[in-house]
């Protein structure tokens, strides 16, 4: 299972958000440039529908695939008082032709998106991984180099850290905590849930800003 928060942050304020996860993490950024394509199983599979997701790493110089699945979340009282979302999910590694092996067992292409920008991957009291990208539609089937960004002004922000039953009530504090750190310049919480834009997002980013161009970055 995976412990998963969403947030959105204006384009003009990437840089701020970049400048200060490079301090919370001291890692170096990874570059994210994923096809991501939706399939839905059709009715020759069963009464009840299921969706997987492949995604195509571009960022290599040898693309890979991933099936993913989504599972259920996590439901009851105790998930409902938290602010992050618990839910299974399974990923496998995939050769280059999952999408003809999908195609002929029955599903289909539902929607496609290409999502590019950059990822954080730390350890800071559970594996974290923090992934700001923008996403954007393709004009023709499968054209990632003709993708158009849907909302240029605004990026998606993703955390994500894997869990288990044994462990997932210390991952959703690790992930709260840290989700913390960031409120200044955007408000993080569960997938479906956002309330937009940080009003203090502006100041907050100019002031990152200045910090890093006076040196002051590194000590975040």
């Not at 890979?64 to 938290?82: D, F, L, N, Y």
């Not at 992934?131 to 180099?145: F, G, I």
């Not at 960031?182 to 997002?201: D, E, F, Y």
């Given at each position: 299972?995976?412990?998963?928060?969403?947030?959105?942050?204006?384009?003009?304020?990437?840089?701020?958000?970049?400048?200060?996860?490079?301090?919370?993490?001291?890692?170096?950024?990874?570059?994210?440039?994923?096809?991501?394509?939706?399939?839905?199983?059709?009715?020759?599979?069963?009464?009840?529908?299921?969706?997987?997701?492949?995604?195509?790493?571009?960022?290599?110089?040898?693309?890979?695939?991933?099936?993913?699945?989504?599972?259920?979340?996590?439901?009851?009282?105790?998930?409902?008082?938290?602010?992050?979302?618990?839910?299974?999910?399974?990923?496998?590694?995939?050769s280059n032709n999952v999408l003809r092996y999908f195609y002929g067992?029955?599903?289909?292409?539902?929607?496609?998106?290409?999502?590019?920008?950059?990822?954080?991957?730390?350890?800071?009291?559970?594996?974290?991984?923090?992934?700001?990208?923008?996403?954007?539609?393709?004009?023709?089937?499968?054209?990632?180099?003709?993708?158009?960004?849907?909302?240029?002004?605004?990026?998606?922000?993703?955390?994500?850290?894997?869990?288990?039953?044994?462990?997932?009530n210390d991952v959703v504090s690790a992930v709260t905590?840290?989700?913390?750190?960031?409120?200044?310049?955007?408000?993080?919480?569960?997938?479906?849930?956002?309330?937009?834009?940080?009003?203090?997002?502006?100041?907050?980013?100019?002031?990152?800003?200045?910090?890093?161009?006076?040196?002051?970055?590194?000590?975040?």
């Open positions: 299972m995976e412990c998963v928060v969403q947030g959105i942050i204006e384009t003009q304020h990437v840089d701020a958000l970049e400048v200060l996860l490079q301090g919370l993490s001291g890692v170096p950024k990874e570059r994210v440039r994923v096809h991501e394509l939706c399939l839905k199983s059709g009715p020759n599979l069963g009464v009840v529908p299921s969706e997987v997701r492949l995604l195509c790493d571009l960022a290599q110089s040898t693309p890979s695939w991933t099936i993913r699945h989504v599972g259920g979340a996590m439901r009851g009282a105790g998930a409902e008082q938290i602010s992050v979302l618990v839910r299974s999910i399974v990923e496998s590694k995939a067992i029955g599903y289909k292409l539902d929607h496609e998106v290409l999502k590019g920008g950059f990822a954080f991957r730390f350890h800071r009291g559970a594996q974290i991984t923090v992934t700001v990208t923008s996403v954007s539609k393709m004009t023709k089937l499968h054209a990632t180099n003709e993708a158009v960004p849907i909302t240029p002004a605004i990026q998606l922000v993703e955390i994500t850290a894997p869990a288990a039953a044994d462990n997932y905590s840290f989700c913390e750190y960031l409120a200044p310049l955007l408000h993080l919480s569960k997938p479906g849930n956002s309330t937009g834009i940080v009003p203090t997002a502006g100041a907050a980013a100019a002031s990152l800003m200045s910090s890093a161009g006076g040196g002051g970055g590194k000590t975040l």
